[in-house]
């Protein structure tokens, strides 16, 4: 499920030279994504495995980041860096999140074969083998894992 973590190329090359950096004394890497609305913003989420994720865990990997990232050029211009806990409407990346959040409304994105992309809203019910179950109007929904572009709770 490494690719609802991070997406893009230049995302998957992030989060190899970022995973050492940032998986330390029980913090976790939800997600790392690049915006380029109107400037480029590079976003990390940050999960702690036994507790809330802190203003000053969230300061120390940005200051290790911006380190890191000092002399890397796959950034090639301005950025702003985003260091943060995923918040309320937070994004499900890997599979342990979907076991968490069993019984939570969730909203799921996917591409089937007509490359369009659906939208399913239903409460986690749980991953068996390679498909998530969701539960709405009295049915269980299966979606395929790999199907997935993106999944979130929703408050």
Known sequence: MENLIARSKEE????????????????????IKIFDDSGLTLQIMLDH??????IDDCANISKN????????????????????????NRPLTRRKDFEKWKGYQAE??????????????GTIVGILGSQLHLHKNDQIIHVELYDIQEAKLVA
Do not use: A, C, W
Not at 17 to 31: A, M, P, T
Not at 49 to 54: H, L, N, P, W, Y
């Open 12 to 31: 998957k090359y992030l989060y190899k030279k970022f995973l050492i950096l940032i998986e330390k004394d029980g913090i976790e890497l939800v997600r």
């Open 49 to 54: 495995k036994d507790r809330e994720i802190t």
């Open 65 to 88: 980041l911006s380190k890191e990232l000092e002399n890397d050029t796959i950034l090639n211009k301005e950025y702003q860096l985003e260091v943060s806990s995923p918040g309320l």
């Open 108 to 121: 799921i994105s996917q591409n089937l074969s007509d490359s369009k992309l659906y939208k399913i809203e």
